[in-house]
């Protein structure tokens, strides 16, 4: 069955240590997003890729980082930097024929707690 | 920047009532895309509107976008437990969707 995959699902990690959450799609699709969900504020954007070897910021990429080597695979780095990382985070991709309509397809979520 | 906001950011009804949600934005948008999320779960795509004053259904549901292309509504009609999650809108401006805070639907049996 085609779709996202996130992993892991649940992840803790203490203070000062850079986490690496997965993002595998095998939608063929063009185009990945990263967004953070906190209770009562929806969904931020934190990046996004069009293309392999390129990507963009969103909103609230102070703190993450990204790669796009491949076009199936989309990481996002929560680096120690980032203040209060502790939130859910979904992996979304969509087609990106036909400009900017198109529905996110989303993966099942990774929930980081720092302790 | 951009923003959508969404109101109202709770609602508790009972089986059998209506409930509606509103989406507004303060720039023009590309098309407006709703999601519902169930507790526990991810966004899961519901619709897409692209023209102005545009309207769809499904089934219970009646998905309306603005004239202006600024602001949007969901209706339920006659809700079921099964409606129970947080329902967002998604505004498309370029490459972005701009998701706001969501309505956290509650339905008491």
């Known amino acids: 069955d085609g779709g996202i995959t996130q992993s892991p699902k649940y992840l803790f990690r203490k203070e000062g240590q850079n986490v690496t959450l997965s993002c595998e799609q095998n939608l063929n699709h063009d185009a990945m997003y990263w967004y953070r969900q906190d209770p009562g504020q929806g969904l931020r954007l934190i990046y996004y890729s069009q293309i392999v070897n390129d990507f963009q910021k969103g909103d609230i990429a102070e703190g993450y980082s990204v790669s796009r080597e491949k076009k199936e695979s989309f990481p996002l780095t929560v680096t120690s930097a980032q203040k209060n990382p502790t939130a859910f985070y979904l992996c979304a991709s969509r087609v990106l024929a036909g400009g900017d309509t198109g529905e996110l397809f989303f993966g099942e979520g990774s929930r980081l707690t720092v302790l | 920047g951009q923003q959508v906001m969404q109101i109202p950011q709770y609602q508790h009804v009972q089986e059998g009532e209506d409930f509606t949600t509103y989406c507004n934005s303060s720039t023009t948008l590309s098309n407006i895309q709703w999601y519902k999320q169930r507790p526990g779960g991810h966004p899961v795509f519901l619709i897409q509107l692209v023209k102005s004053g545009e309207v769809k259904k499904q089934k219970r549901l009646t998905f309306q976008f603005g004239e202006a292309k600024k602001n949007s509504s969901l209706h339920i009609t006659a809700t079921q437990t099964t409606d129970v999650g947080t329902y967002f809108c998604?505004?498309?401006?370029?490459?972005?969707?701009?998701f706001g805070t969501g309505t956290s639907l509650t339905v008491i049996p």
């Open positions: 998604a505004g498309g401006t370029g490459n972005q969707f701009y």
